[in-house]
Structures are given as structure tokens and as C-alpha cells.
């Protein structure tokens, strides 16, 4: 991976939800601007209210023609960890399903949540996320290594050992790490084994703002570059304003890890 239109040794990303419109749309505006593209996916498509008509081969001749790359956010209502066996199996084939059909965009890193059950105990959730993490790294084989867990409202050390055991990767979103107060040393202890990268701001206890830490950014580039990322940073913002803002900000803040950069 690494490099791109930025000209950093990581590749910088946007969301497909910056614009009120189908992803189509959105990637269309963002392909001159960013190197990569997150295709969200909230919801499943049996739950889905809307769900959205996805080009696939028109995605590829955008990626084709502007030099980008995908990352995939999977949906967030699977319930891995659920009680209900049909519905911990449901989420493991609509993974599956997923990855399927955007296969031909050779995605990058495919983000999944652990969402946690709050009518189970530990224990028996740990359990069921466990059996669901067995059955789908049997069925995506050496694959499985695109599927990044990402860091949500618990500590991730919850769910390291078993992401760890059936050889999943890791989603760090940096925004996270600060919103909900964890520990912010020991999540950037975890960049050399990080597959995507989520960077957002935190403001007035709102999560996925635009970047306004000009500091931040150039401690979050320093650290990138000692442990040799060189994957997808998506700024997650769902608004082409704050994004235009983010990158500005980090032209400026990361400017020395501009590798192609004319003077």
C-alpha cells in the first residue's frame, strides 16, 4: 500500500457519506481529492430502509482513472455476539455476502464492530463472538486478514485475545480512543498491527467532527512514520465541509512527511 495523490507514506481517505447522497455520488466528488474511499455501510441489506443501488464496475473505472483505492465500513447492526445463534449466523453470512460482491474493487480493509450485548454477561458474549469468529475465519480462509476489528465505546483489550486467536487484523480509530477516554498511548501502541487507520475530531463531546488539532496531527504523522504505516488514514467525517477543513489542516501539519512534494 502507501502513497498516492497526497503524497504521503500512508494513503489518505474519506468516507462515502460527505455529501446527502447515494455513494455513487459521493465518490465521484471525492475521487480528485482523496487517494481512498470508505464505502459505509450502516446497515445490513435485510434491515436496510433505503437500500443504496451499488455500480460495482463503475467504482472500479473510478478507481481505475484517479489512481484509487477502497476501504469498506461493514454494517454495524451484526450481531456477532448475540444470544440467538440464527442471528450471530446471519451476520456472519452478510459479511460474507458483502465481501462477495465487492471483491473486484480488491477493498483494502473491510472494518467491522463488535457491538456489545448488554443483556448478556461477558463471558457468554465472549463466547459467541468467539464461535461467529471461527465460522467466518474458516470461510474467508487467509482473507480474513482484511477484516480489521475496530476499536468502538469499550476497551479494546475486551476483544484482543480472541480477534487475535482466529487472526483478524485491527481497525484503530484515533477518534474513538479520545472520545470515549481510553488509554491514547496504548491505542497508538497498536499502529504496527493496525490494517486502517479512522482519524476524526472530537468537539463538545461530538464525535466525528473535523480535525482542529494542528498538534495532534503532526504527534499522529510522527508516530505513523516510526512504525512504517503505510495503509488507508480515512478521515470519518460525513460532511465535505469539515473534510475540506481536515485536509487543509493537515497539508499544513503534515508537510514534512511529504515525500513528493514541489518546491
Known amino acids: ?7 504521503y507514506p500512508w494513503r489518505l481517505g474519506a468516507t462515502s457519506c460527505v455529501l446527502p447522497a447515494d455513494i455513487m455520488t459521493n465518490v465521484r466528488q471525492l475521487a480528485p481529492l482523496v487517494d481512498d474511499v470508505q464505502l459505509l455501510f450502516f446497515e445490513s441489506a435485510a434491515k436496510s430502509l433505503l437500500p443504496q443501488p451499488l455500480d460495482v464496475p463503475a467504482l472500479r473505472d473510478l478507481a481505475e482513472e484517479h489512481g484509487l483505492t477502497y476501504t469498506v465500513h461493514l454494517p454495524t447492526d451484526l450481531g456477532l455476539g448475540a444470544a440467538a445463534k440464527a442471528v450471530r449466523q446471519e451476520g456472519v453470512g452478510e459479511i460474507l455476502r458483502l465481501m462477495a460482491k ?34 467466518l475465519s474458516g470461510a474467508l480462509g487467509k482473507e480474513k486478514r482484511l477484516v480489521g476489528v475496530e476499536n468502538i465505546e469499550y476497551p479494546f483489550g475486551i476483544v484482543a485475545p480472541v480477534v487475535a486467536e482466529y487472526g483478524f487484523s485491527i481497525c484503530l480509530d484515533l477518534g474513538h480512543l479520545v472520545h470515549y477516554g481510553h488509554d491514547l498511548e496504548a491505542g497508538l501502541g497498536l499502529l504496527p498491527e493496525a490494517r486502517h487507520l479512522h482519524y476524526h475530531g472530537v468537539q463538545d463531546g461530538k464525535d466525528h467532527q473535523g480535525l482542529h488539532d494542528a498538534e495532534q496531527a503532526r504527534m499522529l504523522g510522527d508516530r ?15 460532511s465535505l465541509e469539515k473534510l475540506k477543513g481536515s485536509l487543509a489542516l493537515l497539508d499544513k501539519a503534515w508537510s514534512v512527511f511529504v515525500s513528493n512534494r514541489t518546491e
Not at 443483556?119 to 463472538?129: A, E, I, R
Not at 505513523?224 to 460525513?238: F, H, K, R, S
Open 1 to 7: 500500500m502507501g502513497g498516492g495523490k497526497c503524497g
Open 102 to 135: 465487492l471483491a473486484p474493487l480488491v477493498p483494502l480493509s473491510y472494518d467491522l464492530h463488535l457491538v456489545r450485548e448488554p443483556d448478556l454477561s461477558d463471558g457468554v458474549w465472549l463466547d459467541n463472538l468467539a464461535a461467529s469468529l471461527e465460522e
Open 224 to 238: 505513523l512514520t516510526q512504525a512504517g504505516y503505510d495503509g488507508v488514514v480515512t478521515l470519518e467525517m460525513y
